[in-house]
């Protein structure tokens, strides 16, 4: 599997927000990347889920696939799905590709991070129990509520 950040395939199948592409031999794009594909009703961002074997790969659309034909020209980012990450952030409403959904205006890409990441340590772990105060003194005296999870 190459790493060439411009590879670019052809849809083959589509069935529901699942899309298999089919790239040129050694120019399959890695697991996780982010494909882009030019539809009618605009741009639709896949990523990379499974690679399927004769040069397949099958992709998760992260926006509907309506309109999209077996055909359509389909380019490999050369990355992961990114989002928007910092003090920017907070209080903020996005979507799973980053972009706002509140209607506040942009938050800039400065500072961005990938949808996929590593697992704290346990060393970098919260191990205490703490109680989240919700504010609703009926619900934090019979149901406290643990921070976390």
Same mark, same amino acid.
Request: with cysteine.
């Given at each position: 599997?190459?790493?060439?950040?411009?590879?670019?395939?052809?849809?083959?199948?589509?069935?529901?927000?699942?899309?298999?592409?089919?790239?040129?031999?050694?120019?399959?794009?890695?697991?996780?990347?982010?494909?882009?594909?030019?539809?009618?009703?605009?741009?639709?961002?896949?990523?990379?889920?499974?690679?399927?074997?004769?040069?397949?790969?099958?992709?998760?659309?992260?926006?509907?696939?309506?309109? *999209?034909?077996? &055909?359509?020209? +389909? /380019? $490999?980012?050369? @990355? !992961?799905?990114?989002?928007?990450?910092?003090?920017?952030?907070?209080?903020?409403?996005?979507?799973?590709?980053?972009?706002?959904?509140?209607?506040?205006?942009?938050?800039?890409?400065?500072?961005?991070?990938?949808?996929?990441?590593?697992?704290?340590?346990?060393?970098?772990?919260?191990?205490?129990?703490?109680? *989240?105060?919700? &504010?609703?003194? +009926? /619900? $934090?005296?019979? @149901? !406290?509520?643990?921070?976390?999870?």
């Amino acid at each position: 599997m190459a790493t060439n950040v411009a590879s670019r395939g052809r849809v083959s199948q589509v069935i529901g927000t699942v899309v298999d592409v089919e790239f040129p031999s050694g120019d399959l794009p890695e697991m996780f990347n982010a494909v882009e594909i030019k539809a009618e009703g605009g741009t639709i961002v896949a990523e990379v889920e499974q690679h399927l074997g004769n040069n397949w790969v099958r992709c998760l659309a992260m926006n509907s696939t309506d309109g *999209l034909r077996r &055909g359509t020209e +389909v /380019v $490999d980012t050369g @990355a !992961p799905i990114t989002v928007p990450v910092g003090p920017k952030t907070l209080g903020r409403l996005f979507n799973v590709l980053g972009e706002p959904l509140d209607k506040r205006g942009d938050v800039g890409r400065e500072s961005v991070a990938s949808i996929h990441r590593k697992p704290p340590t346990f060393e970098e772990q919260e191990t205490q129990v703490q109680v *989240l105060e919700t &504010g609703i003194k +009926v /619900v $934090d005296l019979i @149901a !406290p509520l643990v921070r976390g999870g």
